[in-house]
């Protein structure tokens, strides 16, 4: 059973950067993404930033150019970094990992509860004026 958790949450203003994290315990699938979706309450979550076996990677048009995506397999974590925070940022972000779709294909989903995947337990984040 894959696990993975979330940290790294927290307040800031608008301008100041974040750093979200998601330690995971490693999967048998030979291709898969993953990263991170955000979710407002009685919203669909949206995805964010996502990286792939094949070394691709993908982020939400509102999110490029702010937010980087990097791994570290050495110690099965993922990082978000989150610079020049909005307002709009303001959300609980959700470390995900879908086998067999691309980053792309995983920032797609439309109802990504649906899609077979794994995910953290969600770290909050709040971006004030």
């Known amino acids: 059973q894959e696990h993975l958790v979330d940290s790294g949450g927290g307040s800031v203003q608008a301008g100041g950067s974040l750093r979200l994290s998601c330690a995971h315990s490693?999967?048998?699938?030979?291709?898969?993404?993953m990263g991170w979706f955000r979710q407002l309450p009685g919203k669909e979550r949206e995805g964010v930033a996502f990286?792939?076996?094949?070394?691709?990677?993908a982020y939400a048009d509102s999110v490029m150019a702010r937010f980087t995506i990097t791994k570290d397999n050495a110690r099965n974590t993922l990082y978000l970094q989150m610079d020049s925070l909005k307002p709009e940022d303001t959300a609980m972000y959700y470390c995900?990992?879908?086998?067999?779709?691309?980053?792309?294909?995983?920032?797609?989903?439309?109802?990504?509860?649906?899609?077979?995947?794994?995910w953290g337990q969600g770290t909050r984040v709040v971006v004030s004026e």
């Open positions: 995900a990992a879908i086998p067999y779709l691309s980053a792309t294909q995983t920032l797609s989903l439309e109802k990504p509860l649906d899609a077979f995947g794994y």
């Open positions: 490693g999967y048998k699938y030979t291709h898969y993404s």
């Open positions: 990286i792939d076996t094949d070394g691709g990677s």
